[in-house]
Nanobody
Framework: VHLVESGGGLARAGGSLRLSCAAS????????MAWYRQGPGKERELITE????????RYADSVKARFIMSRDIAKNTMCLQMDSLTPEHAAVYYC???????????WGQGTQVTVSS
């Protein structure tokens, strides 16, 4: 499975950005889709996830009511709509897909999000 991210960049505080992640390859075994972020000097953290079969996305408290995750199963894509951004949201954002086995753990290349105050 190969993941390619797009979107990101620079936004002003209070602004919005939209990230996209397109999956290709053997996507039939996808179990979970997620977004992570890694700020400067920080560990990578999970911010939202959803089972591939459906359901409501779960969000970290730091992004609730600001970020919305969506996915298009037919197109094997997922998006992260980020609203009301603050400088604290600046980080490298990664999409992630997991399959049925532990080695089926795939990452996008990461995309930088910068928020100016």
């Amino acid at each position: 499975v190969h993941l390619v991210e797009s979107g990101g960049g620079l936004a002003r505080a209070g602004g919005s950005l939209r990230l996209s992640c397109a999956a290709s390859g053997s996507t039939f075994s996808i179990q979970r889709m997620a977004w992570y972020r890694q700020g400067p000097g920080k560990e990578r953290e999970l911010i939202t996830e959803i089972p591939h079969g459906g359901g409501t996305p779960r969000y970290a408290d730091s992004v609730k009511a600001r970020f919305i995750m969506s996915r298009d199963i037919a197109k094997n894509t997922m998006c992260l709509q980020m609203d009301s951004l603050t400088p604290e949201h600046a980080a490298v954002y990664y999409c992630n897909i997991r399959g049925a086995t532990p080695k089926e753990n795939y990452w996008g290349q990461g995309t930088q999000v910068t928020v100016s105050s």
